[in-house]
């Protein structure tokens, strides 16, 4: 069966608007989202990006968060029939920032023989009325960062693939925007091999229930720690001082964690610092030790000290950061042996990486 006409005829109308409301200043404005949207990465995300690390699960590990789990007839590619048949299982999985979740769509082809494409796909809020579709384009992203680039019309993996479902805010007809609210509604959601092959048979869209934090709970018991919650931390009680930290994702898939945190000792500043080495991407939580650093000079008196040999570092104890959700990290600290006690804080985030937001809907 061929692409529905209007649907045809409307995405080169959605990308001209989404192209232009990415270049343009008064966006956000545009979108009546709550909180703050960065156009140029999450535009099509209406899921925090950091509600995940970048290694997806690849099934739920909680068999009442699956919201539909089925099989579709299609046509493999060059076929003129719907020769094999393609397992769908879609669940939701809660963030650990409240109100959130996000849904995941696993893809398994069940069948032997040619290979399959990986579907377009259309999403609407609530139900869909009798006698229309979907306008909302769907994609399938192999991890948060990627926006608008999804894996459709590539060749689904005969060991099968999970994958996160954005959606894109604009329809194709110029209706109704879709939010992150809609998001965590009752929505439907059509599955569209029709693109690729006229055989390939019109199934209704499927209808995906509400979030629920007690059936949809996090995949994870804690928040993975991963790039996008980088930034700066201030922590209540504590003027004038707080946490810098950077969570650097190498090309070996592995994290390396470098953290300041700046203080005062004798009413004069002081900072401590650490850093980590390759950690396993999903860790979450990390512990380093931390350094008190002297013997240098200001910036201005060139020559005092020439080398990195001339900066004294002594070892004052450990710090363990865990991440509580998108915006707050808990800090657990052991100076004992240097003589300035252990504890616990929570840092509040003041600064966030434009363009690789953790949560942009807050």
Same mark, same amino acid.
């Given at each position: 069966m061929t692409a529905n006409p209007l649907r045809k005829a409307a995405?080169?109308?959605?990308?001209?608007? /989404?192209m232009g409301l990415i270049g343009a200043p008064v966006a956000q404005a545009q979108i009546e989202f709550v909180g703050e949207a960065n156009v140029l990465t999450d535009l099509s995300m209406p899921f925090p990006p950091g509600c995940i690390s970048l290694t997806l699960p690849q099934r739920p590990n909680n068999a009442?968060?699956? !919201?539909?789990?089925?099989?579709?007839? *299609?046509?493999?590619?060059?076929?003129?029939?719907?020769?094999?048949?393609?397992?769908?299982t879609i669940w939701r999985m809660?963030? +650990?920032?409240?109100?959130? #979740?996000?849904?995941?769509?696993? !893809?398994?082809?069940? #069948?032997?023989?040619?290979?399959?494409?990986?579907?377009?796909?259309?999403?609407? %809020?609530?139900?869909? %009325? /009798?006698?229309? *579709? %979907?306008? +909302?384009?769907a994609q399938l992203l192999r991890s948060p960062a990627t926006g608008l680039v999804g894996a459709t019309g590539e060749v689904l993996s005969r060991d099968g693939e999970a994958? !996160?479902?954005?959606?894109?805010?604009?329809?194709?007809? #110029?209706?109704?925007?879709?939010?992150?609210?809609?998001?965590?509604?009752?929505?439907?959601l059509e599955f569209y091999w029709g693109d690729y092959n006229v055989a390939a048979p019109l199934y209704e869209p499927i209808v995906l229930d509400e979030y629920s934090p007690r059936l949809d709970p996090p995949q994870f018991e804690r928040m993975p720690l991963h790039g996008r919650l980088s930034g700066k931390y201030t922590f209540a009680g504590l003027p004038s001082a707080g946490l810098a930290l950077s969570i650097a994702e190498q090309p070996d898939d592995s994290n390396f964690v470098f953290a300041i945190f700046f203080t005062y000792l004798d009413g004069e %500043?002081?900072?401590?610092?650490? =850093?980590?080495?390759?950690?396993?991407?999903?860790?979450s939580a990390v512990t380093m030790a931390m350094q008190r650093l002297s013997g240098g000079q200001f910036i201005n008196q060139p020559g005092s000290y020439s080398d990195e040999a001339d900066v004294l570092r002594e070892?004052?104890?450990?710090? /363990?950061?865990?991440?509580? @959700?998108?915006?707050?990290?808990? !800090?657990?600290? =052991?100076?004992? @042996?240097?003589?300035?006690? #252990?504890?616990?804080?929570?840092?509040?985030?003041? *600064?966030?990486?434009?363009?690789? @937001?953790?949560n942009p809907w807050r």
């Open positions: 995405q080169l109308l959605v990308l001209g608007l /989404t009442d968060s699956v !919201l539909f789990e089925g099989a579709f007839d *299609v046509p493999s590619i060059g076929a003129d029939r719907a020769n094999a048949e393609v397992g769908v809660g963030c +650990h920032d409240e109100g959130f #979740s996000v849904i995941m769509v696993r !893809l398994d082809l069940l #069948s032997r023989g040619g290979d399959v494409l990986i579907p377009q796909l259309y999403a609407e %809020p609530g139900l869909v %009325p /009798t006698g229309r *579709v %979907p306008m +909302h384009v994958f !996160l479902l954005a959606v894109n805010p604009l329809a194709l007809d #110029s209706g109704r925007l879709f939010t992150p609210t809609d998001y965590n509604d009752l929505m439907s %500043p002081f900072w401590i610092a650490g =850093n980590t080495g390759g950690e396993t991407p999903g860790a070892t004052i104890g450990e710090m /363990t950061l865990e991440a509580l @959700d998108c915006n707050r990290i808990a !800090l657990t600290y =052991n100076f004992d @042996d240097a003589g300035f006690g #252990s504890g616990r804080l929570v840092g509040e985030r003041l *600064v966030r990486i434009a363009g690789y @937001d953790c």
